[in-house]
């Protein structure tokens, strides 16, 4: 059978996606990338705001035509929709042959067969480093999941609900990995997570992820190499933590924390606690103990009760903070949610206001601090030919996460050859709003990095920077 895969939602997701295609590989099936081809079609989905919601239920349909079109005989829903609405896909998507569960991943096989699922209870899953993974990402980085759920109560969020309690993979599973990941062409390896500063804690281990990105760095390769982590939590940030990133190479000098507001009233209704004048101070232990280092968060505007005061401190809160990168996220209403049975909710003209604002704010302070680099050189990781165009190849710093972050554009290739997961010295020659421009100021050496990912999926809709949950 051929089978064909659609990735929505977030890069835990995506992961998710891999080891279905590695499961569906190593049983015998072969892998499509046209949705024409494909015996059976999964569309992996994402659920946890109502945009995300509609883009999946708008492409299982779109995925349904080839039933009618093309060769698909059977339909295969998986992800964060199936734990949220199981029963309604059953009832109002006749189109859909059959569900999985993000704790049912192995059942892909199965599913995609024409099995009927066995009535078993469902526990809790996660992959390990002999499990199957089919990469979908450039050959040159990878995202490595290296634990699943969540036992924080933010009050907007609904991904316990979907992805269940906090688990770490056991610590040599992910070492195993990583050093799988490294001979196999990876240069960057991005650990994600719900909440990736918690890792550990169920396994007995203090400063667990401090304890795992020293031993990630240690991991010899023939090339250079970037390790990065995503999704941390702001009172799990420990002195240890930044003092282990800034004393090995290998780990990017990058936090991404999302903080969701700055409002000490705004955050006791989210039950995530603290306030600005407590992250200011964070930020400055930070920026001490990391020189250098580049800060993402992500903001909520809009959530039940955030007056005009609240909002003008958080406006003031990201003045003061000065982020290197900053997503707004309008407050999404989620019927499953706790934060759904709060009074004083904000009206969607004044969300829609609000987040055009701090976005305002964070585009100014963004622009000037990539103005601040022009003329500086850095070490870049070489993507390949832009998305705009094939004339213009595309580049990161360090300090430039995959698919969330800007980019920097090559003006002038340098000598030597230019080619994937290479990398190079870059001076800055332009800035703009979010991305930079610059010329490769080094010889270029040929890379064995195979220029295509290991295999295609059908379509991926990153959900375009959703990631305000953690
Ligand atoms: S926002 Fe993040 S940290 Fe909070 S409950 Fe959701 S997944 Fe957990």
Same mark, same amino acid.
């Given at each position: 059978?051929? +089978? /064909?895969?659609?990735?929505?939602?977030?890069?835990?997701?995506?992961?998710?996606?891999?080891?279905?295609?590695?499961?569906?590989?190593?049983?015998?099936?072969?892998?499509?990338?046209?949705?024409?081809?494909?015996?059976?079609?999964?569309?992996?989905?994402?659920?946890?705001?109502?945009?995300?919601?509609?883009?999946?239920?708008?492409?299982?349909?779109?995925?349904?035509?080839?039933?009618?079109?093309?060769?698909?005989?059977?339909?295969?829903?998986? /992800?964060?929709?199936?734990?949220?609405?199981?029963?309604?896909?059953?009832?109002?998507?006749?189109?859909?042959?059959?569900?999985?569960?993000?704790?049912?991943?192995?059942?892909?096989?199965?599913?995609?067969?024409?099995?009927?699922?066995?009535?078993?209870?469902?526990?809790?899953?996660?992959?390990?480093?002999?499990?199957?993974? +089919?990469?979908?990402?450039?050959?040159?980085?990878?995202?490595?999941?290296?634990?699943?759920?969540?036992?924080?109560?933010?009050?907007?969020?609904?991904?316990?609900?979907?992805?269940?309690?906090?688990?770490?993979?056991?610590?040599?599973?992910?070492?195993?990995?990583?050093?799988?990941?490294?001979?196999?062409?990876?240069?960057?390896?991005?650990?994600?997570?719900?909440?990736?500063?918690?890792?550990?804690?169920?396994?007995?281990?203090?400063?667990?992820?401090?304890?795992?990105?020293?031993?990630?760095?240690?991991?010899?390769?023939?090339?250079?190499?970037?390790?990065?982590?995503?999704?941390?939590?702001?009172?799990?940030?420990?002195?240890? !933590? !930044?003092?282990?990133?800034?004393?090995?190479?290998?780990?990017?000098?990058?936090?991404?924390?999302?903080?969701?507001?700055?409002?000490?009233?705004?955050?006791?209704?989210?039950?995530?606690?603290?306030?600005?004048?407590?992250?200011?101070?964070?930020?400055?232990?930070?920026?001490?103990?990391?020189?250098?280092?580049?800060?993402?968060?992500?903001?909520?505007?809009?959530?039940?009760?955030?007056?005009?005061?609240?909002?003008?401190?958080?406006?003031?809160?990201?003045?003061?903070?000065?982020?290197?990168?900053?997503?707004?996220?309008?407050?999404?209403?989620?019927?499953?949610?706790?934060?759904?049975?709060?009074?004083?909710?904000?009206?969607?003209?004044?969300?829609?206001?609000?987040?055009?604002? !701090?976005?305002?704010?964070?585009?100014?302070?963004?622009?000037?601090?990539?103005?601040?680099?022009?003329?500086?050189?850095?070490?870049?990781?070489?993507?390949?030919?832009?998305?705009?165009?094939?004339?213009?190849?595309?580049?990161?710093?360090?300090?430039?996460?995959?698919?969330?972050?800007?980019?920097?554009?090559?003006?002038?290739?340098?000598?030597?050859?230019?080619?994937?997961?290479?990398?190079?010295?870059?001076?800055?020659?332009?800035?703009?709003?979010?991305?930079?421009?610059?010329?490769? +100021?080094?010889?270029?050496?040929?890379?064995?990095?195979?220029?295509?990912?290991?295999?295609?999926?059908?379509?991926?809709?990153?959900?375009?920077?959703?990631?305000?949950?953690?």
């Amino acid at each position: 059978m051929k +089978i /064909g895969f659609v990735s929505l939602g977030c890069p835990k997701n995506l992961v998710d996606t891999e080891v279905m295609m590695g499961n569906i590989a190593s049983a015998g099936h072969s892998l499509t990338a046209s949705p024409e081809d494909a015996d059976v079609i999964v569309v992996n989905t994402c659920s946890f705001i109502d945009p995300a919601k509609k883009e999946s239920i708008d492409t299982i349909l779109e995925m349904a035509e080839y039933k009618k079109s093309g060769k698909a005989q059977r339909l295969v829903v998986a /992800g964060c929709l199936v734990e949220r609405f199981r029963n309604e896909i059953a009832t109002t998507l006749p189109e859909v042959d059959a569900v999985i569960g993000t704790n049912e991943l192995d059942k892909v096989v199965a599913m995609c067969e024409g099995l009927s699922p066995k009535d078993e209870p469902i526990t809790p899953y996660l992959y390990h480093d002999l499990t199957p993974r +089919i990469r979908t990402t450039p050959r040159h980085f990878s995202y490595m999941k290296i634990a699943e759920g969540c036992d924080h109560p933010c009050t907007f969020c609904v991904i316990p609900h979907y992805r269940g309690a906090f688990r770490s993979r056991r610590f040599e599973s992910v070492i195993n990995e990583a050093k799988n990941l490294f001979a196999d062409d990876v240069r960057e390896i991005n650990l994600i997570g719900q909440d990736t500063t918690c890792y550990g804690e169920d396994l007995g281990l203090k400063d667990g992820l401090a304890v795992l990105l020293e031993r990630l760095a240690q991991i010899e390769t023939e090339h250079q190499k970037w390790i990065r982590f995503l999704y941390c939590y702001p009172n799990r940030v420990t002195q240890k !933590l !930044l003092d282990t990133i800034a004393a090995n190479e290998a780990l990017v000098k990058y936090i991404d924390m999302p903080l969701q507001h700055a409002s000490r009233e705004v955050l006791k209704r989210m039950k995530r606690g603290s306030n600005g004048d407590q992250f200011l101070k964070l930020l400055e232990r930070i920026r001490k103990t990391i020189p250098g280092v580049a800060i993402r968060t992500s903001m909520i505007v809009g959530f039940p009760g955030e007056t005009d005061a609240d909002f003008s401190e958080l406006c003031q809160f990201a003045e003061a903070a000065q982020f290197d990168r900053l997503g707004v996220f309008s407050y999404s209403d989620e019927d499953t949610s706790a934060s759904f049975h709060l009074d004083a909710k904000v009206d969607a003209k004044t969300i829609y206001n609000r987040k055009r604002k !701090l976005m305002a704010i964070q585009r100014k302070i963004s622009a000037k601090r990539n103005k601040a680099l022009i003329g500086t050189e850095t070490t870049v990781l070489v993507e390949g030919p832009s998305a705009d165009s094939d004339l213009v190849w595309q580049a990161r710093m360090s300090t430039q996460a995959p698919d969330i972050d800007g980019v920097c554009y090559i003006s002038d290739p340098g000598d030597g050859p230019l080619a994937k997961g290479q990398f190079r010295r870059m001076k800055i020659t332009q800035a703009h709003d979010y991305d930079l421009v610059g010329e490769l +100021i080094d010889e270029g050496r040929p890379v064995a990095v195979p220029p295509q990912p290991l295999f295609p999926i059908l379509a991926s809709h990153q959900t375009p920077n959703a990631l305000p949950h953690r």
